[in-house]
């Protein structure tokens, strides 16, 4: 399926960080028809959320497993191969060289699709700089961004700042996942690159990926319709 192929609604990734199994089923149940598409990340993949990728795959919905898995080639590809068995559609991974290599290949033949995390958008020049790289957030993600291609990645997880520069960079193939969105007046919390849904959508993602603002709302149900009902001329313009 190439970006301009999929569906509005798809296009909302719920995150569903929540302690729990049962939390987690029960934001679903409330999101209902509204959400079709929905992250499990560390805290409920340590929780029980590998089993209910699976449950979730088997109801008709979309599973974006981010484990944001590195470790040596060998360890990654295994992993991948046991993972891609649970019918998520996609997985993430960090982009390093080695790390997408092995996931790519492991991943032939099965309908995973793999994303590479670029730089954490919690992460700014500083924090790069502390962790030790030369590059600041823009070089570094300009040339994780050009290795996935290169390399056979499906997509590229990115802040919504760095969008048209990575489309203009990868073209229509690959898929643009953004975190760091921001529905008007909800809070950043621990986000340093954020923007709205419309002006995501605007900059070239395909998926928005949203937590707090939808799972923490009193009515997560009208936040995820707003936010598909803010994207919907974006998409049409
Ligand atoms: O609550 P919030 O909308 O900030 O959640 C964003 C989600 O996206 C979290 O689950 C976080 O782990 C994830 N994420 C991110 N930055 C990345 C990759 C994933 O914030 N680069």
Redesign the pocket.
């Given at each position: 399926m190439t970006p301009s192929d999929i569906p509005t609604k798809d296009r909302l990734i719920v995150?569903l960080?929540l302690p729990s199994v049962q939390q987690a089923e029960a934001m679903v149940a409330r999101l209902g028809d509204s959400v079709s598409f929905f992250?499990i990340?560390y805290q409920l993949a340590y929780a029980g959320g590998l089993p209910l990728a699976r449950k979730l795959a088997d109801d008709g919905k979309k599973v974006f497993l981010?484990l944001k898995l590195h470790d040596i080639g060998n360890t990654v590809a295994r992993g991948v191969e046991n993972i891609a068995k649970l019918g998520a559609t996609f997985l993430?991974v960090h982009a390093y060289p080695q790390t997408m290599k092995a996931a790519v290949e492991a991943r032939t033949g099965s309908s995973l699709k793999i994303l590479a995390?670029t730089v954490?958008?919690?992460y700014d020049d500083g924090d790069l700089h502390a962790a030790g790289y030369r590059l600041g957030v823009s070089d570094t993600v300009e040339a994780r961004g050009r290795q996935a291609q290169g390399l056979g990645i499906d997509g590229i997880?990115c802040s919504p700042e760095e969008a048209a520069a990575l489309r203009r960079l990868v073209g229509h193939q690959m898929h643009l996942v953004t975190?760091?969105?921001r529905p008007a007046g909800s809070a950043s919390?621990d986000?340093k690159r954020i923007t709205t849904p419309a002006r995501a959508i605007a900059a070239g993602s395909d998926y928005l990926?949203?937590?707090?603002?939808v799972v923490e709302a009193a009515d997560p149900k009208a936040v995820a319709e707003a936010i598909l009902a803010e994207i919907t001329p974006s998409l049409a313009a």
């Open positions: 995150a960080d992250k990340g981010d993430s995390v954490l958008t919690s997880v975190p760091g969105i919390g986000q990926v949203v937590g707090r603002p």
